[in-house]
């Protein structure tokens, strides 16, 4: 696959890795409403990505570290706890900025990374790692052809991820700043498709 121009919004190819997925109003999937998902991953293969603004309201980041046996309790830093999608719900993935990686962080973009590891966790915990991120559990996933098919029938939006999207305070308002990004009103959307 040829590498991504950073100043594009898709890669030569047409894939957008990278990018933030917004949920049109009419998401069939109720999985999906009102989400907004970074495209960690696009190719001819498929696609990954994380939900944004879905937090996990029963786990903490301290519970969390408390599972895994991670010490310090309670941690220097936390980060903000999110549910990454339906797909291996158990799995973790730290969403972050590139200022920090480790072997087998996978760049999602210049600036961002993804990792997998518990030596990210520990890192937040004593008060180092990256500086900013957000833990996923779970994951979104399509097959080969499944994610065109759903932009081609007008499903996502996509818009350039930027760290006030990516690492939102509020993850609840969110879907409507990535609507406001692209300049679209959410009020003024039709849930569904129509013909003239």
Not at 38 to 64: K, R, T, W
Not at 133 to 143: Q, T, V
């Amino acid at each position: 696959m040829a590498s991504r121009d950073p100043n594009s919004p898709t890669d030569a190819e047409g894939y957008l890795t990278g990018q933030l997925l917004v949920a049109m109003p009419g998401m069939a999937d109720p999985r999906f409403t009102r989400t907004v998902i970074c495209l960690c991953a696009h190719s001819p293969e498929g696609a990954m990505g994380l939900v944004l603004n879905q937090p996990l309201d029963n786990l903490s980041f301290d519970e969390l570290l408390g599972q895994l046996g991670l010490d310090p309790v309670p941690p220097a830093r936390r980060i903000r706890l999110t549910q990454g999608g339906p797909v291996e719900g158990g799995r973790g993935f730290v969403l972050h900025t590139a200022d920090w990686e480790t072997e087998g962080s996978l760049t999602v973009q210049p600036g961002l990374a993804l990792t997998a590891s518990v030596e990210i966790l520990k890192a937040i915990a004593s008060g180092g790692g990256p500086r900013a991120g957000l833990l996923a559990l779970g994951y979104a996933g399509w097959g080969p052809g499944q994610l065109d098919n759903e932009l081609q029938q007008n499903a996502w939006l996509s818009v350039p991820a930027d760290e006030d999207l990516l690492f939102a305070e509020q993850p609840d308002q969110l879907w409507r700043a990535a609507m406001a990004k692209l300049g679209i009103d959410p009020s003024a959307l039709s849930g569904s498709a129509g013909h003239a």
